[in-house]
């Protein structure tokens, strides 16, 4: 499965499987009626994600809705990781409203942002950025959380944080630059310990189906592996806007370094 971005937030939930409507062929064949009876026997499964906890209950409600129960709520919510939601900022209480936000480097996404702004944008991009005095945040949950409540008004933030704030009716707008969008996949999988293998599988089966992409891009602003896209984000043109990959090696070799670089640069102290 493909996200656009990862965050901070990590969730444990554990969730019941809605499974009796699902058809011995469903219509995209997301289970043999073999897995679908022994997922069935199973009943729940536990999904450990480094996303948000709410993205992921909408998933899951998304897909207990699929399988034919559609009067349920078979979801049942984990407990996310603490984390804090201060912020860390530099410079004077004037003008913080305008003033451009930046959170630190502390996950993949943000790693990945970096990359792109020292490798695409230039060597100078970071300082000349640093020199506006932006506030910092731990993670981009408060930072998009800020920028709803007009604390901030402008920052670098995941699409799939703020689009379903958008979609609420929060005043945002979202702009794709044109030097290319950062993006940072990752994978999901079955470990070879998993206590519900089959109810996993099925599940994952669904989260692959085109069905279960369209969901994870209308609903929540992600980009897909699948080689034929079924659509796009919402103001995502992918005839224009250009996705910006980080290449493997480097995103491994390049990290102490230019992490340091980059706390030196902002003055960013844990």
Known sequence: ???????????????????AGVPAQADENIGSPELIAAAKAEGKMILYTANFAEVEQDVIKEFNRFSGNQGRDGARAG??????????????????????????RTDAATWTRIMFERQVLGEDYWAKQ???????????APMSDALVRGEIGLGPL????????QKDGAPLKV??????VPANPYATGIPKTAAHPNAAKLYL?????????????????????????????????????????????????????????WDKTFGYRQ
């Not at 702009?175 to 290319?180: A, D, K, L, Q, S």
């Not at 989260?207 to 919402?234: D, W």
């Open 79 to 104: 407990r996310p990781a603490d984390h804090p939601c201060e912020d860390r900022s530099r410079g004077g209480q004037a003008d913080r409203r305008h003033r451009r936000s930046f959170r630190p």
């Open 175 to 180: 702009v794709f630059p044109p030097e290319g």
């Open 205 to 261: 089966n669904w989260c692959l189906s085109r069905e279960g992409q369209a969901f994870m891009i209308k609903e929540q602003g992600n980009l897909t592996s699948l080689k034929v896209a079924p659509v796009y984000p919402e103001g995502f043109d992918p005839k224009v806007e250009k996705v910006w990959y980080p290449n493997f090696d480097q995103y491994v070799k390049l990290h102490a370094d230019w992490v340091a670089d």
């Open 130 to 140: 640093a020199a506006t005095h932006p506030i910092l945040y731990p993670s981009g």
């Open 1 to 19: 499965m493909s996200r656009t971005f990862i965050s901070a937030i990590v969730g444990v939930t554990s969730f019941g499987l809605a499974l």
């Open 158 to 165: 995941l699409y799939n944080a703020v689009y379903p704030k």
